[in-house]
């Protein structure tokens, strides 16, 4: 599982999700690819490093999950 560098994006950087094609997105902060959701024969989440995370039937809750796992980080690299 991939961990943020404790000099990651700060809690009031934004992470937006970026369409990469029909099938595939990527949850993206600042410049660095937090992961992604892959629609395969579900909707398949990666962290970063391509490490598979979860399998979901809808993408709201993959992205969720992902959302989810990227506010844990960014706490836990602050020291929260």
């Known amino acids: 599982m991939t961990s943020l560098p404790r000099t990651g994006p700060s809690l009031t950087e934004q992470v937006?999700?970026?369409e990469v094609d029909p099938w595939t997105w990527?949850?993206?902060?600042?410049?660095?690819?937090?992961?992604?959701?892959?629609?395969e024969s579900r909707y398949v989440v990666r962290f970063?490093?391509?490490d598979l995370a979860g399998v979901h039937t809808s993408l709201e809750s993959a992205k969720s999950q992902l959302d989810a796992w990227i506010r844990w980080e960014i706490e836990q690299a602050r020291g929260y």
């Open 16 to 18: 937006r999700w970026v």
């Open 26 to 39: 990527q949850a993206v902060s600042g410049v660095a690819v937090m992961g992604s959701v892959t629609l």
């Open 48 to 50: 970063g490093d391509g």
